[in-house]
Nanobody, 127 residues
C-alpha cells in the first residue's frame, strides 16, 4: 500500500486548506488512516484520523473543532479539512495507514502504530 498526501500550500492565518491522501492500490488491510503534523525541529504529532469503516474519528487536542477528517472509499482517498489555521499549524503533513492485523483498544494516535506512510505535503501559514 502506498499513500500520497497532497494539497499543501501557503495560506493566511485564519484561512482554510484541504489536504488529500490517496492510496495507490486498494486499501484492503488498513484499519485506519491518520494525519500527522511535523513542525520544524519538532516530533511528528497526531492531528486526526478515521477508520476505513467510517465509524470512528479522532483528533488531536490542538485541532479539535478546527480540523475534520473524512473519507471517500470509492476514491480511496482521505481528506483533512483544516479551518481557522494558525501559524503553529505550519509544517509537513503526513498521512499514514494503520494495519488491520493488530487489535486497537482505542484509536491509534501514535506514529509507531502506523505501517504505511506517504511522503508528506508542506503547509505554510502566514501571519
Amino acid at each position: 500500500v502506498q499513500l500520497q498526501a497532497f494539497g499543501g500550500g501557503v495560506v493566511q492565518a485564519g484561512g482554510s486548506l484541504r489536504l488529500s491522501c490517496a492510496a495507490s492500490v486498494r486499501i484492503f488491510g488498513m484499519y485506519a488512516v491518520g494525519w500527522f503534523h511535523q513542525a520544524p525541529g519538532k516530533e511528528r504529532e497526531f492531528v486526526g484520523g478515521i477508520t476505513w469503516s467510517g465509524d470512528a474519528t479522532d483528533y488531536g487536542n490542538s485541532v479539535k473543532g478546527r480540523f475534520a477528517v473524512s473519507r471517500d472509499n470509492a476514491k480511496k482517498t482521505v481528506y483533512l479539512q483544516m479551518n481557522s489555521l494558525k501559524p503553529e499549524d505550519a509544517g509537513v503533513y503526513y498521512c499514514a495507514g494503520a494495519s488491520d492485523t493488530y487489535y486497537y483498544s482505542a484509536f491509534p494516535v501514535q506514529s509507531y502504530q502506523y505501517d504505511y506512510w506517504g511522503q508528506g505535503t508542506l503547509v505554510t501559514v502566514s501571519s
